[in-house]
């Protein structure tokens, strides 16, 4: 399991390869880098923060890492554990998240409230900017569905399955 460093997207390491840029129509101040860097899905995302009280934009960053696997298993857990009733194989009836161990990281899926959508959990790495907290990502469903991050997913898991990711 590789240790990273916070990616920098206007000087991307020479091994990284950049997959998508993309902001979730439902959080336009919010940009996501989908990379490839060593063996990894590397989603770095950066938003500008404006602070009222003092009258300062800063820039919040932070990016979440998954086996490149990753790529063909959001589609399959998805479409195998959320979309189908429990007796066709998904998740229990009342039940809002999945587990699972990918390539030895542990990983938790689970609906999200508020703003619809699936939140994405690595717990065997933690977060950049809070050392407590367990990287996370945030897929909203107006993301997945109606700007068709999914169905880039479901490309991009082709592309590893031939080996050309």
């Known amino acids: 399991m590789p240790d990273f460093e916070l990616l920098n997207p206007d000087a991307m390491p020479t091994d990284a390869r950049l997959l998508l840029r993309s902001t979730p129509n439902d959080f336009p101040k919010q940009e996501h880098f989908f990379v490839v860097w060593q063996g990894y ?8 923060h404006y602070n009222p009280e003092d009258d300062v934009s800063k820039w919040i960053r932070d990016q979440v890492e998954f086996p490149l696997a990753i790529v063909a298993w ?9 979309f189908k009733a429990p007796n066709e194989g998904g998740i229990p009836a009342g039940s809002i998240s999945y587990r699972d161990t990918l390539e ?23 977060d950049y900017i809070s050392s407590v907290d367990y ?9 997945l569905f109606d700007q068709g991050l999914l169905d880039q997913f479901k490309a991009w898991a082709e592309q590893y399955r031939n080996g050309e990711l």
């Open 104 to 126: 030895g990281e542990s990983l938790l899926m689970n609906r999200s409230g508020g703003v619809a959508g699936y939140r994405l959990v690595n717990m065997s790495r933690y």
């Open 135 to 143: 990287q996370d990502i945030q897929f909203t469903d107006q993301w």
């Open 41 to 48: 899905l590397v989603v770095y995302d950066q938003q500008l």
């Open 74 to 82: 959001l589609p399959w857990a998805l479409e195998e554990k959320f």
